[in-house]
């Protein structure tokens, strides 16, 4: 089994910061490409950020500027570094990743979702 889990969502007012974390842990043998995605009431899940296992990272155009994405390889954990927060990025923040288990199984693996909320 992979297990994910969030933390750092919250409320913020417009302008704000909030760090994001997503640590896996369970049979994991190696972990490829790890993101962050968002989704709103009524519509598709949408990327907002990914990275590499080697670091390279990719970013959805409204937060281009604004969020960062890293990773700690030895921890198995991803985080999203968003800054000048807005109102229209209140939405519902889910981790992902796309790892190997020690079985031989590659598979793609979603965290609970966190909420974001900007607002004054």
């Known amino acids: 089994q992979v297990q994910l889990v969030e933390s750092g969502g919250g409320l913020v007012q417009p302008g704000g910061s909030l760090r994001l974390s997503c640590a896996a842990s369970g049979s994991i043998f190696s972990i490829g490409a790890m993101g962050w995605y968002r989704q709103a009431p009524g519509k598709q899940r949408e990327l907002v950020a990914a990275i590499t296992s080697g670091g390279s990272t990719n970013y959805a155009d409204s937060v281009k500027g604004r969020f960062t994405a890293s990773r700690d390889n030895a921890k198995n954990t991803v985080y999203l570094q968003m800054n000048s927060l807005k109102p229209e990025d209140t939405d519902l923040y889910y981790c992902?990743?796309?790892?190997?288990?020690?079985?031989?199984?590659?598979?793609?693996?979603w965290g609970q979702g966190t909420q974001v909320t900007v607002s004054s």
């Open positions: 992902h990743l796309h790892a190997r288990r020690y079985t031989g199984t590659v598979d793609d693996y």
